[in-house]
């Protein structure tokens, strides 16, 4: 169920069949399905259900191209970024003690990812040093040195909800095969896999039974390809009188199990 309705979903696939086709009626048919978005609920995160926020980037990116007014659509996406930022002097999302930000109790990861990602966008300068703290806690930069990336670091979760990682290599994995490992971790490592990321006070449970904060999923896995890659590339794209910028980054950092100190 889309519980921000439909019409963000018929926008932004009409927006991606402008930017392949260059077929201007598309751009159409994103304006219209852009007006009728649901207005009943605030933005406040980017993710598979609510696109509201991505259409509205989108399309001011592509009607500023044709020399439309798009001042609209730039504040939006300004405000929904100040938003997710603790500095801000509007209103403000909330934060963990360790800095990590907060959206939902479902995946908050994920959609702090997400959410950054979508600014980046709009402001590379302004907000990748947020981006990238928020990377570095999901990392093991938090008070507890715990990684929210399985297989990274030294500490991450052991016990993740997934059939695979806690299924034997061979034999029969059922029910009475899960009673059995009740006490153990799973058997398996589910490496690079994000989990659905810890509590508003940064509280964590590695628990296979904590379905709420150490689920796995592939929409979790967009937004930390989807801001690693943005930042790597943002950081290559600086010139040299540019460097500064941006923040040290490195993708290679966060895919090698190996490496600690990101």
Not at 7 to 29: G, V
Not at 71 to 81: I, L
Request: proline share 3%; glycine share 6%; net charge negative.
């Amino acid at each position: 169920k889309s519980w921000s309705g439909y019409q963000d979903e018929l926008a932004w696939a009409s927006l991606w069949l402008f930017q392949i086709t260059e077929n201007r009626e598309y751009l159409t048919k994103a304006n219209l399905h852009e007006s009728l978005m649901t207005t009943k609920t605030e933005i406040q995160e980017h993710s598979w259900d609510d696109k509201r926020i991505a259409v509205k980037y989108k399309l001011k990116e592509s009607l500023g191209v044709f020399g439309s007014d798009v001042s609209s659509y730039e504040k939006e996406v300004h405000d929904f970024c100040q938003y997710n930022d603790p500095l801000s002097t509007q209103k403000r999302a909330v934060f963990t003690p360790d800095g990590s930000l907060y959206i939902s109790e479902w995946a908050p990861l994920r959609l702090a990812l997400n959410n950054y990602f979508i600014c980046l966008l709009f402001d590379f300068e302004r907000y990748a040093r947020l981006a990238y703290k928020q990377m570095q806690y999901i990392l093991g930069d938090n008070s507890k040195k715990y990684s929210y990336v399985i297989g990274y670091g030294t500490k991450f979760p052991m016990n993740v909800l997934h059939k695979g990682a806690s299924c034997p290599l061979t034999g029969v994995c059922d029910w009475g095969y899960k009673d059995t490992i009740k006490n153990q971790n799973n058997p398996q490592i589910l490496y690079g896999a994000l989990v659905s990321g810890p509590d508003e006070f940064d509280n964590f449970d590695d628990s296979r039974d904590n379905w709420k904060q150490n689920s796995v999923s592939i929409n979790y896995q967009t937004g930390l390809v989807g801001l690693s890659l943005a930042l790597q590339e943002y950081q290559a794209n600086l010139n040299d009188s540019e460097v500064g910028r941006a923040p040290d980054f490195d993708k290679a950092k966060i895919f090698n199990p190996d490496y600690e100190n990101v």
